[in-house]
Every structure is written in structure tokens, then in C-alpha cells.
């Protein structure tokens, strides 16, 4: 009778067990359908856009790969545990079987495993050290909550520009970032591994386009309130665009672009009164706390990525960034008259060379 109980109680653990895993396995179904909707996109680290990205992207599949095969392995042999047997063993033939599962999973699988994953990991890290200078440079600095972007190497002077990255297509870049305040990290996803932003050091990493395109990037480091929008728009041009473009944002150029037209100027004059003493324009302003509005009005986004650059936007930046940006460093202007402001939008849009 007792038997018959323990059998009982067997089959109902069994059942039970399987219901489960069922469940189990539908839940993980449904999230990873969730999951890998977000596989595509100029953020997707599986739509790789150069050799670095290929190689993590190549090394996230072999992981992913071998993890599945460990967990089906462990839960058929989970599964296997509650088969009922009738099987009786010695316990020297126990011990010996306790030292195999423990030699086997806990030391010959781990070491394996690591040893896989040096041998793929290190020669992808490799590529992306700046272990010479042959490449170009440019210089990514993370601020609360903007990217400035500095070309140190530009011919005809040093290029600063902020929120905006343009790159070489086809060609290694080193990239040498680092924090003016707390700790951020620079990444961009389609293009390979990220690293980290951190104020007194510069950190190095070599990344290349493989194709002409857009990018997005992001902070990936958490650094405060607005550290979800801080977004940088990343731009790969092939090499003759990539120099007309850092040729059109000489100083000359770009401040002959701030003081062309005089229908502008008291929004130059609202400028000098409220703005100036944060943000550098050529030809009118170089103080550095904010980021430089030389060339504003040729980006792709307002508020390093909260909204779109079109017609108004900057306006509207302008009279709500408190409310878009909660916590940034600008202060509100509810002490200027909106034809000001609109006014002011209006100029900065037109600051594109």
C-alpha cells in the first residue's frame, strides 16, 4: 500500500512537473518574441555595419548558441531525475557518479566554455584597440546630458560640434572619449562594443563604418535623470563628403553663416544678452559650458535626440526644455518674451554651412 502511495505521489510530481516546463517554455516563447522585436533598427547590435560589430555580433550568436544547448541539455536530463527505475547502487558506485556530475559540470564544462570564449573574445578585442595612429581621430566628450564631438585633426583647425557625429566610411577610426562630469559610455551599437566615459581619463577604441549610413547611438551608462535622452546621431560619409563637410565648418565659414544675414539681428542681440555667456557661435560668442551652436541648424535632432530638427523646433525647444528634458542644465526662460524666442529659434535654425 505504501508503494502504491509512493508511485502515486511520483506520477502526480511528474505531471505537475511537465505542466511547468510547459508553461515554462511558453512564457520563454513569448518573451523572446518580444525581445527579438526589437532586433532591427539603427541600434540593433544584430544588424552589424562594421568588422567589430561582426565580431561581437558573431560571438553574442556562439554564446546564445551554446547557452541553448546547455539549458535543452540540463532540463532533459532534469526531466530524465524524475523518470521512475528501479536501479540500486553501492554507494561507492554513488560517490563515483556524485564525482563525475561535479568534475563534469562543475569544472570541465566552465573551463571549456571560457576557453571558447577567449579564443573568439580576445581576437575581437584586439581589433578594436587604437594600437597605432594611422587612423583618424575624433574626440567624444559625454556631458550632462549632450555629446560634444571635437576633430582635433580637421585641416584648416580644430572642428567642434555637438549631438551630431559624422565619420569616414571604409576606414578605422579611434575614437578617444571621455566625461566632463560623472561617468557616461559611449556607444554605438551597429558599429561594435562600447566603452566607458570617464572624467580625468581618456579612453581609446577603434571602430569603422563598413557602409554609408546612419547610426544611432546612445549613453550607456546610467548618468542621471535625463540619461535616457541623450542620444548621438551618427553619420558615415565616404571620404570626399567627410572633408567637404569639416572644410564647411571653419571657423571662417561658420561665422560668416552666424552674421550673413541682417534680418537677424536682434535675435544675435537676444543671443548675447541670454545665451552667450554658455554657448559658443563663430564669430559671436566661445564660451564652452554648453554645447557649441556653430552649425545648429544642420543637425538632425534639438536636445541631443528629444525631438526632430524642423521648422519651429528650436523654438519650441527654447520655451519647454524643462518640460522635454526635465533636469537639464538651462535654465528656463520664462523671463523672455515668446517673439524673442521665436525669434532666437528662428536665427539658429538658418546656422547651417
Known amino acids: 500500500m505504501r508503494e502504491r502511495n509512493c508511485y502515486t505521489a511520483s506520477r502526480n510530481i511528474q505531471r505537475v512537473s511537465r505542466q511547468r516546463v510547459n508553461q515554462i517554455a511558453l512564457v520563454t516563447v513569448l518573451a523572446a518574441a518580444g525581445l527579438t522585436a526589437g532586433c532591427a533598427g539603427d541600434k540593433s547590435i544584430l544588424d552589424p555595419a562594421g568588422q567589430a560589430a561582426r565580431d561581437v555580433a558573431l560571438i553574442w550568436w556562439i554564446m546564445l548558441s551554446f547557452g541553448t544547448v546547455v539549458l535543452v541539455a540540463v532540463t532533459a536530463l532534469w526531466l530524465y531525475a524524475f523518470k521512475p527505475r528501479e536501479v540500486t547502487r553501492t554507494p561507492v558506485e554513488e560517490r563515483r557518479i556524485a564525482r563525475r556530475w561535479i568534475l563534469g559540470g562543475g569544472i570541465v564544462l566552465p573551463v571549456t566554455s571560457i576557453i571558447a570564449l577567449l579564443a573568439f573574445g580576445v581576437p575581437a578585442g584586439q581589433r578594436m584597440l587604437a594600437i597605432d595612429d594611422s587612423a583618424e581621430v575624433i574626440e567624444v566628450i559625454g556631458h550632462q546630458w549632450w555629446f560634444e564631438v571635437r576633430y582635433p585633426n580637421a585641416e584648416g583647425g580644430e572642428v567642434v560640434t555637438a549631438n551630431h557625429l559624422v565619420m569616414p566610411v571604409g576606414e578605422p577610426v579611434d575614437f578617444h572619449v571621455t566625461g566632463a562630469d560623472v561617468i557616461h559610455a559611449f556607444w554605438i551599437p551597429r558599429?561594435?562594443?562600447?566603452?566607458?566615459?570617464?572624467?580625468?581619463?581618456?579612453?581609446?577604441?577603434?571602430?569603422?563604418?563598413?557602409?554609408?549610413a546612419v547610426f544611432g547611438a546612445q549613453c550607456a551608462e546610467f548618468c542621471g535623470v535625463g540619461h535616457a535622452h541623450m542620444?548621438?546621431?551618427?553619420?558615415?560619409?565616404?571620404?570626399?563628403?567627410?572633408?567637404?563637410?569639416?572644410?564647411?565648418?571653419?571657423?571662417?565659414?561658420?561665422?560668416?553663416?552666424?552674421?550673413?544675414?541682417?534680418?537677424?539681428?536682434?535675435?544675435?542681440?537676444?543671443?548675447?544678452?541670454?545665451?552667450?555667456?554658455?554657448?559658443?557661435?563663430?564669430?559671436?560668442?566661445?564660451?564652452?559650458?554648453?554645447?557649441?551652436?556653430?552649425?545648429?541648424?544642420?543637425?538632425?535632432?534639438?536636445?541631443?535626440?528629444?525631438?526632430?530638427?524642423?521648422?519651429?523646433?528650436?523654438?519650441?525647444?527654447?520655451?519647454?526644455?524643462?518640460?522635454?528634458?526635465?533636469?537639464?542644465?538651462?535654465?528656463?526662460?520664462?523671463?523672455?518674451?515668446?517673439?524673442?524666442?521665436d525669434a532666437l529659434g528662428a536665427w539658429l535654425e538658418t546656422l547651417s554651412p
Not at 562600447?194 to 580625468?200: H, Q, S, T, W, Y
Not at 548675447?272 to 552649425?295: E, F, K, R, V, W
Open 191 to 212: 558599429l561594435g562594443g562600447k566603452v566607458d566615459m570617464i572624467p580625468g581619463r581618456v579612453n581609446r577604441i577603434r571602430l569603422e563604418a563598413n557602409i554609408p
Open 231 to 341: 542620444h548621438l546621431f551618427v553619420e558615415a560619409l565616404p571620404r570626399e563628403e567627410y572633408d567637404a563637410w569639416l572644410a564647411e565648418r571653419q571657423e571662417e565659414q561658420l561665422s560668416a553663416v552666424a552674421t550673413a544675414d541682417a534680418s537677424h539681428d536682434d535675435a544675435r542681440d537676444a543671443f548675447m544678452t541670454h545665451c552667450a555667456s554658455c554657448h559658443q557661435i563663430a564669430g559671436i560668442s566661445s564660451a564652452t559650458t554648453g554645447p557649441n551652436l556653430s552649425d545648429m541648424g544642420s543637425r538632425a535632432t534639438v536636445g541631443a535626440g528629444v525631438m526632430a530638427m524642423e521648422e519651429g523646433a528650436v523654438s519650441r525647444w527654447l520655451k519647454y526644455h524643462q518640460s522635454l528634458k526635465p533636469g537639464n542644465r538651462m535654465p528656463s526662460h520664462d523671463d523672455i518674451e515668446t517673439d524673442t524666442l
